[in-house]
């Protein structure tokens, strides 16, 4: 099970990127599949998180309405698509997944247990 994120990048704030998680090993659908990440200096958040097999999903409050979690299975692949983007957003950006199927994305931070490498997002003017 491999998970590789990519996409991040310098943007100015109000800019727009989206990241993407590629799935090898395994196929995505069958997972819940969620965002974190982790700013300088502070803990690892959680950003969304979708589940196509039980259609539990979850947004965090501090980027709902900007952030959009979403998957394409034919490319193995989930995308967060982020726009709006503000200083605050700055953080390394992680994608996970677990097998703890019965929780789907309600299970805890500690349950995901495989995670991608993580992609820098830099908003700065």
């Known amino acids: 099970v491999q998970l590789q994120a990519s996409g991040g990048g310098l943007v100015q704030p109000g800019g727009s990127l989206r990241l993407s998680c590629a799935a090898s090993?395994?196929?995505?659908?069958?997972?819940?599949i969620a965002w974190f990440r982790q700013a300088p200096g502070k803990g690892r958040e959680g950003v969304s998180c979708?589940?196509?097999?039980?259609?539990?999903?979850w947004t965090a409050d501090s980027v709902k309405g900007r952030f959009t979690i979403s998957r394409d299975n034919a490319k193995n692949t989930v995308y967060l698509q982020m726009t709006n983007l503000t200083p605050e957003d700055t953080a390394v950006y992680y994608c996970?997944?677990?097998?703890?199927?019965?929780?789907?994305?309600?299970?805890?931070?500690?349950?995901?247990?495989?995670w991608g490498q993580g992609t820098q997002v830099t908003v700065s003017s």
């Open positions: 996970a997944t677990h097998s703890r199927f019965a929780y789907g994305c309600f299970a805890e931070i500690s349950d995901f247990n495989y």
């Open positions: 090993g395994f196929r995505l659908d069958n997972y819940p």
């Open positions: 979708h589940y196509d097999s039980d259609g539990s999903t």
